[in-house]
C-alpha cells in the first residue's frame, strides 16, 4: 500500500504561479511513475504531468513550457516527493488536481487539491 498526501493550490490571478506538492510513502517499488492529473467541472480527468523514477518527463501540450514537474526521492527509499510549478496560469487551468502514483499494475491517487485561477 501507497499513501499519498498533496499540499499547495488554492487561488491565483491570471499570470500568476502555483506549487503543488505531492509526497509518496509506503511499499515503493524502485521504478515508479508520479504524475499531476487534473479534472474540470464537467470534463474529464486528464494527464498534466507525469516523472519516471529514471526523470524521464511528459506533459500535456497546452502547458509544455509553463509547467514543470520534478521529484525528491529520499536516498533510504522511505518517500518519494513530486512538484508541479504552474507558471502562467491561465483560467482554464482552474481545476482539481490530483496527484497519482503508479507501479507495475498498481495505482494510487491523492486526495485532490482545487487550483483556481481568475481572470
Known amino acids: 500500500q501507497v499513501r499519498l498526501v498533496q499540499s499547495g493550490g488554492g487561488s491565483v490571478q491570471a499570470g500568476g504561479s502555483l506549487r503543488l506538492s505531492c509526497t509518496a510513502s509506503?511499499?515503493?517499488?524502485?521504478?515508479?511513475?508520479m504524475a499531476w492529473h487534473r479534472q474540470a467541472p464537467g470534463k474529464q480527468r486528464e494527464l498534466v504531468a507525469s516523472?519516471?523514477?529514471?526523470?524521464?518527463?511528459?506533459?500535456?501540450?497546452s502547458v509544455k513550457g509553463l509547467f514543470t514537474i520534478s521529484r525528491d526521492d529520499a536516498r533510504d527509499g522511505s518517500k518519494n516527493t513530486v512538484y508541479l510549478q504552474m507558471n502562467s496560469l491561465k483560467s482554464e487551468d482552474t481545476a482539481v488536481y490530483y496527484c497519482?502514483?503508479?507501479?507495475?499494475?498498481?495505482?494510487?491517487w491523492g486526495q485532490g487539491t482545487q487550483v483556481t485561477v481568475s481572470s
Open positions: 497519482n502514483y503508479r507501479q507495475g499494475y498498481q495505482d494510487y
Open positions: 509506503g511499499d515503493m517499488l524502485s521504478f515508479n511513475v
Open positions: 516523472i519516471t523514477s529514471r526523470g524521464r518527463t511528459n506533459y500535456l501540450d
